[in-house]
């Protein structure tokens, strides 16, 4: 198992254009049979930080994961540890297309 730890920034758009919430943070991202599991938390977030990711996740756990590369991939955001920490899972679009385009998946197409 391959695993980084990354900044990255978690970005919460209501549409196409408007993105309302952004929250800086650390995850671990570690590869598995199945693809990748990520554990992450806040960084040197304040108590209105964390109030507003609890609400963004309330009203939709959908997040666009951002990390220092410029690279993206849908996620869904599980809080595990209060506000501060999670768990992300991909989030597969509708289109049925999913995954870290920098971990390739194994199994046949």
């Known amino acids: 198992m391959e695993s980084i730890e990354s900044r990255c920034w978690l970005d919460w758009w209501a549409n196409a ?3 309302l919430g952004c929250f800086e ?3 671990l991202i570690t590869t598995t049979d199945a ?3 990520a554990d992450g938390r806040l ?9 507003s ?3 963004l996740c309330d009203l939709d756990p959908a997040f666009t994961l951002r990390l220092n590369d ?3 991939v849908e996620v869904v955001v599980h809080r595990t540890d209060g506000h501060d920490r999670f768990r992300l899972i ?3 679009s509708r289109s049925g297309q999913a995954g870290f385009p920098a971990v390739e998946k194994a199994g046949p197409d």
């Open 90 to 92: 991909e989030r597969v």
């Open 43 to 51: 960084v040197d977030a304040t108590g209105d930080e964390r109030e």
């Open 35 to 37: 693809g990748w599991t």
């Open 70 to 72: 410029d690279s993206m």
């Open 25 to 27: 943070a650390v995850v």
């Open 53 to 55: 990711l609890a609400l």
């Open 17 to 19: 254009t408007t993105m």
